[in-house]
T-cell receptor, first 116, second 112 residues
Framework: DTEVTQTPKHLVMGMTNKKSLKCEQHMGHRAMYWYKQKAKKPPELMFVYSYEKLSINESVPSRFSPECPNSSLLNLHLHALQPEDSALYLC???????????????FGQGTRLTVV | KQEVTQIPAALSVPEGENLVLNCSFTDSAIYNLQWFRQDPGKGLTSLLLIQSSQREQTSGRLNASLDKSSGRSTLYIAASQPGDSATYLCAVFNFGNEKLTFGTGTRLTIIP
C-alpha cells in the first residue's frame, strides 16, 4: 500500500474559522511533510516531521499549526487564515534518509482550501 | 540554497512522438531525484526515482537519466499518448536534511 490519504478533499472556511486538515499513511514512513501549492506553481515546503518531531519549519505564519500525534498521522490546524492562503495543501511521506535507504516520497491527493 | 529549473515551461507535441523534458539543479549534493506527474487540481504521482549513485531508471515508456556532476536530469517519454498530458515535476532530495525541492514544472500537452 503506497497510499497517502488526505481529508477533506475540499474545504471552504471563513477568516475567523478554525479547521484542521488530516493526513494518514500506513507505509511505516517516519518522515512526513506539508506542502502548499498555488495555481500553476510548484509545491512549496511548509513543514517536515522526522520521527514525529518537527524538524523543519519554512518560516510559515503561526496561523498554520502542524501536529504529528503518531507515526501514521499528520494534522495541519488552521486559524484566522487570509484569502491569500487559498491553495492546494499536499501531504507527503517518505522513509527517513540514510545510507542505502530509499527515500521515495509519496503524496496525497491534496486538500483544496478556499478562504472567504 | 537549492534551485531547480525545468525547461521548457510548456510543450505541445503530436501523439506518437518521442519527447524529452529537462531538469537542472544548482547544488549537486543530492540524495536522489524524483520525477512526478500532476493532473490539474490533483496530487502528485511518483513516476521514477533515481538514487544519486545511479545514471538512469526506466519504467515502461519512461526513462529518466541523472548527471549529478553537471546538475542535470532528463525524462524521456517514448511514443507519447494523449493520456500523458499533465504537468511533470522533478524534485531533488537534498543530502543532509529531509527537504524535497521541486522544479518549476513542464506542462505537457499531447495532441491527438
Amino acid at each position: 500500500d503506497t497510499e497517502v490519504t488526505q481529508t477533506p478533499k475540499h474545504l471552504v472556511m471563513g477568516m475567523t474559522n478554525k479547521k484542521s486538515l488530516k493526513c494518514e499513511q500506513h507505509m511505516g514512513h517516519r518522515a512526513m511533510y506539508w506542502y502548499k501549492q498555488k495555481a500553476k506553481k510548484p509545491p512549496e515546503l511548509m513543514f517536515v516531521y522526522s520521527y514525529e518531531k518537527l524538524s523543519i519549519n519554512e518560516s510559515v505564519p503561526s496561523r498554520f499549526s502542524p501536529e504529528c500525534p503518531n507515526s501514521s498521522l499528520l494534522n495541519l490546524h488552521l486559524h484566522a487564515l487570509q484569502p491569500e492562503d487559498s491553495a492546494l495543501y499536499l501531504c507527503a511521506s517518505s522513509p527517513i534518509s540514510g545510507q542505502g535507504r530509499n527515500t521515495e516520497a509519496f503524496f496525497g491527493q491534496g486538500t483544496r482550501l478556499t478562504v472567504v | 540554497k537549492q534551485e531547480v529549473t525545468q525547461i521548457p515551461a510548456a510543450l505541445s507535441v503530436p501523439e506518437g512522438e518521442n519527447l524529452v523534458l529537462n531538469c537542472s539543479f544548482t547544488d549537486s549534493a543530492i540524495y536522489n531525484l524524483q520525477w512526478f506527474r500532476q493532473d490539474p487540481g490533483k496530487g502528485l504521482t511518483s513516476l521514477l526515482l533515481i538514487q544519486s549513485s545511479q545514471r538512469e531508471q526506466t519504467s515502461g515508456r519512461l526513462n529518466a537519466s541523472l548527471d549529478k556532476s553537471s546538475g542535470r536530469s532528463t525524462l524521456y517519454i517514448a511514443a507519447s499518448q494523449p493520456g500523458d498530458s499533465a504537468t511533470y515535476l522533478c524534485a531533488v532530495f537534498n543530502f543532509g536534511n529531509e527537504k524535497l525541492t521541486f522544479g518549476t514544472g513542464t506542462r505537457l500537452t499531447i495532441i491527438p
